[in-house]
């Protein structure tokens, strides 16, 4: 779950979803909505990741199971019936733009990973088990494909200074919400204690930084005969 306001804009992919999962996904979606009233889903397809299993009516062919985006699931289920499709036809039964329709095509294209054989002049892909006949392991992870939506460097900078101002944040309030409990701590028992509380990563000189700050706003102070021995200040 993410929440819009902390994380950079990604690119919305469309696309119809198998049938086994549109009941799931509306199943999901009232829960949500009954359990957080006032809030909204949107759908990010781009990041999804499934499995699909793969299987033939040939006993001696071995079944697979390949790990994959939603988007090259669509894909590659669009070849259940006929083992050639148009590029515009994959488009229109997966409501996928053609953009992503070939970045799709190409990452199950590439020559680790042949599950197509993709002719892009000709606008059509072929769909070729021997890749899976022929691999080794039962699990196979396919590569993602090529995100059609790059970070600029005023994106990903704005990403770095939200993400450090609100590990900031966090730091404070778990020093404060430890020395409320505790009104008396050495330095070394409060970063101790804080650490173990945190639940995202950070080093006792980025916990000793908010405590100079806590210092400065007058939340806590140093005991007068022990510098390193804070007092919470109520």
């Known amino acids: 779950m993410l929440t819009v306001g902390y994380w950079p804009p990604f690119h919305e992919t469309n696309l119809i979803l198998p049938a086994e999962l549109v009941k799931r996904k509306e199943d999901f979606e009232k829960f949500y909505v009954a359990k957080f009233q006032g809030r909204r889903l949107t759908w990010q397809h781009d990041l999804d990741r499934c499995v699909l299993r793969y299987s033939t009516q040939d006993r001696d062919a071995k079944n697979r199971e390949l790990d994959c985006t939603m988007a090259q699931a669509v894909v590659l289920l669009s070849f259940s019936l006929q083992n050639r499709q ?14 992503d329709v070939i970045r799709a095509v190409r990452s199950l294209a590439t020559s680790k990973i042949k599950l197509l054989d993709f002719d892009e002049d000709g606008g059509e892909a072929t769909f070729d088990p021997s890749f899976l006949s022929s691999h080794k392991s039962y699990l196979i992870r396919l590569p993602a494909p090529r995100s059609a939506h790059r970070l600029t460097d005023q994106e990903r900078s704005k990403v770095v200074d939200d993400v450090a101002r609100d590990r900031q944040y966090a730091i404070d309030a778990g020093i404060v919400r430890v020395m409320k409990a505790r009104q008396t701590l050495p330095h070394q028992q409060l970063v101790a204690e804080l650490l173990a509380r945190l639940k995202h990563p950070a080093t006792p000189a980025d916990i000793r930084k908010r405590i100079e700050s806590l210092l400065d706003r007058e939340y806590l102070e140093r005991d007068p005969h022990d510098s390193q021995l804070y007092n919470y200040l109520a």
Not at 90 to 96: E, F, K, P, Q
Request: net charge neutral.
């Open 86 to 99: 148009q590029l515009a036809n994959i488009s229109r039964s997966t409501a996928l733009e053609k953009d």
